[in-house]
């Protein structure tokens, strides 16, 4: 079994070295500088971690391992110019580098590309495979889709915010191991329960992202602490806060996210402290216990050996533990 650390070192290395040789190379210049910004890789490494349950040769399925991280770059490529977010990673984002034309143009050879890699597997599990990308693309457009939405809606219940972060997030994670899984062998079962792990896993992750931007450590968390309350974002702190809050919090709720003249960090502050008072930030912390511990279930579902699975036990428990 290799560790999520060896798995990560060989799936860096792959996609460093991805060359695309075609022209012009103004489309392909940007796929290269977006796969250049680095980032966890979480999802090629949870596929391989799920190919390695069943099968040593994990190097046998590194292209469709990089379909899906090719896949996930080109959400974020064209999410940043949806959101005209300025930076990603540290770095500018393609819309800023280029323009927004390039940013679409190259997003869709992309998710051409993504489709590419992805079909460079054994051709007995091809249909498989790529019905379960297809649908998964489908979905995330879904919940992309329905985030906007929110954007424009008051009433916004927490049900509807669990399953837009299920289609928008989880679905991406819970395939990749999927996809693992059914590259390897896998039963049926364990096929599904994994997919059920990365489901559970996936919520547990964007909630824990909700929290930490408002309460976490910048240095830590990669990235200025707020943003979300700027943009009126509609989060689970958000959601709860509006759920709990008394008339008089609820006044100033409405009141700091309808102003259009504030001064960024007041509004931060403010935001902040009614959170505090209302107590949303244990509300949050419970539901990602509660799914963390479904994603356990859903992992001790599979039938192989605990200590084949630790990895992944272990990788989620890194996941959930980011420091607030």
């Not at 379909?67 to 819309?95: C, F, P, Q």
């Not at 927004?100 to 997003?107: C, E, K, R």
């Not at 509807?160 to 049926?188: F, P, Q």
């Not at 990669?222 to 008089?248: P, Q, R, S, W």
Request: hydrophobic share 40%.
């Amino acid at each position: 079994m290799f560790t999520a650390s060896e798995l990560l070192d060989i799936v860096r290395g792959h996609i460093a070295g991805l060359q695309f040789t075609r022209t012009p190379k103004g489309l392909y210049d940007p796929v290269s500088y977006v796969l250049s910004l680095g980032g966890k890789r979480i999802r090629p490494v949870l596929m391989l971690m799920a190919y390695n349950l069943y099968r040593e040769d994990v190097k046998s399925i590194l292209q469709p391992a990089t379909g899906i991280e090719v896949y996930h770059n080109y959400t974020l490529l064209h999410d940043d110019l949806m959101d005209r977010a300025d930076m990603r990673r540290g770095k500018a984002t393609v819309h800023k580098v280029w323009n927004d034309n390039v940013a679409i143009l190259s997003g869709d050879a992309m998710l051409v590309l993504a489709y590419q890699f992805m079909a460079q597997c054994a051709s007995e599990r091809l249909k498989d495979v790529m019905d379960l990308f297809s649908q998964t693309a489908l979905e995330i457009c879904e919940g992309q889709q329905l985030d906007m939405e929110f954007e424009q809606r008051k009433d916004v219940k927490e049900d509807e915010y669990i399953e837009m972060i299920r289609l928008k997030t989880s679905v991406l994670l819970a395939a990749s191991l999927k996809i693992g899984a059914i590259l390897g062998g896998a039963s049926k079962e364990d096929a599904d329960a994994l997919y059920d792990f990365g489901v559970n896993l996936g919520l547990a992750f964007q909630l824990k992202d909700d929290l930490l931007d408002v309460y976490g450590d910048p240095l830590r968390f990669g990235k200025n602490i707020g943003g979300d309350i700027l943009c009126n974002k509609k989060t689970y702190l958000v959601i709860k806060a509006f759920e709990h809050a008394n008339t008089d919090q609820e006044a100033l709720l409405n009141d700091w996210f309808t102003r259009e003249a504030f001064d960024p960090q007041e509004k931060i502050a403010a935001v902040t402290r009614l959170y505090n008072e209302i107590g949303v930030k244990a509300l949050c912390e419970n539901r990602i216990v509660e799914y963390s511990k479904r994603a356990s279930e859903s992992l001790n579902r599979v039938n192989v050996s605990a200590e084949n699975k630790q990895e992944l036990e272990t990788m989620m428990n890194e996941l959930m533990h980011r420091e607030v």
